[in-house]
C-alpha cells in the first residue's frame, strides 16, 4: 500500500530504504524511465479492472511510441502466441516473435543431467531441447523491438 510496515522485518520500504531513494533519483534524472512510469499509471486509471491487460498493454504501447512489439513466447502456447500477435497487429503495431526453443540447444549440453530428459511412453526422448530465453532476448534486440511480451 506504499506505507512502511515497521511490524515486519523484512518490508522493503523498511530494510531497503537506500534502494527506495535510488529509485526516486532515478526518476529525477532520467526522463525516460519517468514517461514510462508516468504512462503505466495513466494506462492504470484509465482501465484498471474494466479491461483485459493486454489491452493495457496496447495503450501502453502507444502512449510509448512504440511501434515493434516483440513476442517471446513458449512452444506450449503457441496458439495463445498466435492469438496475441493478430490482436496487436490489428491495433497496427507490428510483432516480431520468438520460439523458446529457438536454437536447439540441448539441455545436456548447459549441464543439466541426462536422467532428466523425459521419455514418451514408448520410450522416445522428448524434452532434450532447453527453452533459451537468452537467444530469445538476443534475437528481440537485433531486431529492435521497442516492447518485448513474454507469453
Not at 85 to 105: E, F, H
Request: overall charge positive; glycine content about 8%; charged content about 25%.
Amino acid at each position: 500500500m506504499g506505507r512502511k510496515n515497521r511490524k515486519l522485518e523484512n518490508c522493503p520500504m523498511v530494510c531497503n530504504e537506500d534502494t527506495l531513494n535510488e529509485a526516486l533519483e532515478l526518476y529525477k534524472k532520467n526522463d525516460e524511465i519517468k514517461e514510462a512510469t508516468k504512462n503505466a499509471s495513466m494506462v492504470e486509471a484509465m482501465g484498471y479492472i474494466k479491461w483485459p491487460r493486454l489491452k493495457d498493454t496496447i495503450k501502453y504501447a502507444k502512449l510509448m511510441g512504440h511501434k515493434t512489439i516483440g513476442l517471446a513466447f513458449c512452444i506450449g502456447l503457441l496458439d495463445e502466441a498466435k492469438k496475441v500477435a493478430d490482436i496487436l497487429k490489428k491495433y497496427g503495431l507490428a510483432v516480431v516473435s520468438v520460439c523458446c526453443k529457438t536454437g536447439g540447444l540441448k539441455k545436456v549440453d548447459i549441464g543439466v543431467p541426462k536422467e532428466f530428459t523425459m521419455v514418451s511412453k514408448t520410450g522416445y526422448a522428448i524434452g532434450y531441447t532447453t527453452c533459451n530465453p537468452v537467444a530469445q532476448a538476443l534475437l528481440l534486440n537485433k531486431a529492435k523491438t521497442d516492447m518485448n511480451l513474454i507469453i
